[in-house]
Nanobody, 114 residues
């Protein structure tokens, strides 16, 4: 098991910034990558950003240049720095860990007001 605990969501005005954190515990040695996905009502969950254990990153096109994913291997924590937020970034953001299977956090709400 790989429990994931997220924090950092909230309400921000358009153009503002937020930083999400996701702390992993349990069988962390099995993790090959961690990332963030977002979901809005009636839509499928979609990838926002992902980082592998070697540090390779990939981003969804709609966040490139604005969001940055990073990880602290000592704290077993992944961060998502979100800058220049737009109202369309409003969603529930879920942390994901790829191990023998996918694990998900409980989700944290991000609301961007116009």
């Amino acid at each position: 098991q790989v429990p994931l605990v997220e924090s950092g969501g909230g309400l921000v005005q358009a153009g503002g910034s937020l930083r999400l954190s996701c702390a992993a515990s349990g069988s962390i040695y099995r993790i090959t990558a961690m990332g963030w996905c977002c979901q809005t009502p009636g839509k499928q969950r979609e990838l926002v950003a992902r980082i592998t254990t070697s540090g390779r990153t990939n981003y969804a096109e709609f966040v490139k240049g604005r969001f940055t994913i990073s990880r602290d291997n000592v704290k077993n924590t992944v961060y998502l720095q979100m800058n220049s937020l737009k109202p369309e970034n409003t969603a529930v953001y879920y942390c994901n860990a790829s191990a023998l299977r996918n694990y998900w956090g409980q989700g944290t709400q991000v609301t961007v007001s116009s």
